[in-house]
């Protein structure tokens, strides 16, 4: 299924990783209790400058299996800094991939309990759910579009472990990349309905407009996202299966919610998805 393609191997065999196995465990340990306690932490480069991208992705494997271990199921997998308002306000300068789980998921218009999170915000989104399976290396738009179901709307919370959002690349990678929830909802549309670069999206919150932008300030176009990240698995053996809802990554700067907001997406011919926080 779904979790094995994704599971399966963190590619760094041969690679030359800089950190032990044992390191590696516990740096996913320690990310993950500050996740699970509500706490955060400096970024882990700090007491670990050697680390390399394949450590760092290998963190973030371990995170999926300490999470698998305990029953949570893989709900789908994210792009992340893939437009200039979310490089530039993040201070880095490429996009970096990682997952959702079953607990992540928020129903429309539901709750997100803010006790729960240590400083969310929320960003507006494209997702897109596969027909067929997508991979790379070589995988282009041209491929994704082909193999695309739907693409819906989609809000995602992030709230790094990091102490006031402060990272680098690698310590963001081997944090699940700030994942936390995600809402989608509105109208499914097939690909070839909607012209996804000019695609307009407003971010509301509590009935005031917060963002706005339109869809090709995701790289361009938001399925070469999807493109990247079956280019990305492809180096590491493996793929997007076939049934996978992916977030193409934040089209906007993130912006910061507390108890009492209501966030609403709107998304130009798409509807709009909406998620209450408490
Ligand atoms: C990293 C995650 C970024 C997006 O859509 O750009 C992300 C962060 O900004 O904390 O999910
Ligand atoms: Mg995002």
Redesign the pocket.
């Known amino acids: 299924g779904q979790g094995a393609s994704v599971t399966a191997d963190n590619g760094a065999e041969g690679r030359g990783m800089k950190l032990d196995a044992k390191t590696i465990a516990a740096l996913a340990e320690h990310l993950e209790s500050c996740q699970l306690q509500v706490r955060d932490t400096p970024k882990i480069t700090d007491e670990h400058p050697d680390m390399d991208w394949d450590d760092a992705y290998a963190i973030q494997a371990e995170l999926l299996r300490r999470k698998t271990a305990r029953g949570r199921k893989l709900a789908g997998l ?6 200039h308002a ?1 490089m530039k ?2 201070g880095v300068s490429s996009p ?1 991939f990682s997952f959702m789980t079953d607990d992540y998921l928020v129903a429309d218009g539901g709750e997100v309990k803010c006790s729960e999170l240590i400083h969310p915000k929320v ?1 507006p ?1 494209i997702a897109f759910v596969t027909r067929r399976a997508l991979k790379g290396p070589g995988c282009h738009i041209g491929a994704v579009l082909a193999a695309v179901d739907f693409v819906i709307p989609g809000i ?1 919370v ?1 709230d ?1 472990r990091y102490r006031d ?1 402060k990272f680098d690349l690698k310590s ?1 990678i081997a944090d699940n ?3 936390a929830r995600f809402v989608i909802g509105g109208q499914p549309k097939r690909a070839e309905q909607v012209d996804l670069r000019t695609v307009g999206v407003v971010l509301e919150k509590n009935g005031e407009v917060v963002a706005l932008g339109a869809g090709a300030a995701v790289l361009g176009h938001p399925a070469a996202a999807l493109a990247m990240l079956a280019n990305h698995l492809g180096e590491r053996g493996q793929e997007i299966p076939a049934g996978t809802l992916v ?1 193409s ?2 089209i906007t700067e ?1 912006v910061p919610v507390q108890p009492g907001d209501a966030v609403t997406l709107r998304v130009q011919g798409m509807g709009s998805t909406s998620m209450r926080f408490v």
Do not use: D, N, P
Request: aromatic share 4%.
């Open positions: 994210k792009a992340g800094l893939t437009s979310k306000q993040m970096v960003e989104e995602e992030i790094s959002f963001v990349t700030s994942a977030l990554g934040g993130a």
